[in-house]
């Protein structure tokens, strides 16, 4: 659940970078209580369950190479698109920043974010929160829905990057 929170904060923050911190924490512990109802839709869903793991893997900021197990990319290293994290961060903040790369604002994310958000309607935007944590990102899409579009882009992220 730590883990769920953190994802929640960073998503919150990575769309709102000037947001207060204190209303950050407030959104997303309200986010992550309403998270284990979708995380339960998504686990009945009848698929595979490695279409459903990089999502999951996400959510417990454990996908090896996008910051997972607070691992940073090596020193001097960088994604393939060119991005580097700060080097002047801690280690385990290097690795939110990986993961929020990887999936956010890497080249292939932003490919897939971009087809996603074509397919919104018009005043709709897109938030990491839609995407890493499942929720609705309008009224007019359905919960079920948004779930078989969301959980495998998060693997197409992971493997783009
Ligand atoms: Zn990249």
């Known amino acids: 659940m730590e883990a769920w929170q953190q994802c929640a904060e960073s998503a919150i923050t990575l769309a709102a970078p000037s947001q207060p911190q204190e209303e950050a924490c407030t959104t997303a512990l309200a986010i992550t209580k309403a998270l284990r109802a979708r995380v339960r839709q998504v686990w009945r869903l009848p698929w595979e369950n490695?279409?459903?793991e990089v999502?999951?893997?996400?959510?417990?900021?454990?996908?090896?190479?996008?910051?997972?197990?607070?691992w940073p990319m090596k020193w001097g290293t960088a994604c393939p698109c060119g991005w580097q994290h700060s080097a002047a961060s801690p280690r385990a903040a290097q690795?939110?920043?990986?993961?929020?790369h990887v999936f956010w604002t890497c080249t292939g994310a932003s490919a897939i974010r971009r087809a996603i958000q074509h397919n919104l309607p018009g005043s709709v935007q897109l938030l990491p929160r839609h995407v890493w944590l499942l929720e609705q990102p309008c009224q007019t899409v359905r919960n079920e829905?948004?779930?078989v579009v969301r959980v495998p882009s998060c693997t197409e992220c992971h493997v783009k990057s």
């Open 50 to 52: 490695n279409w459903k």
């Open 55 to 70: 999502w999951w893997r996400l959510l417990q900021h454990g996908v090896v190479a996008a910051g997972g197990h607070g």
């Open 95 to 100: 690795a939110l920043q990986l993961r929020e």
């Open 145 to 147: 829905v948004w779930n």
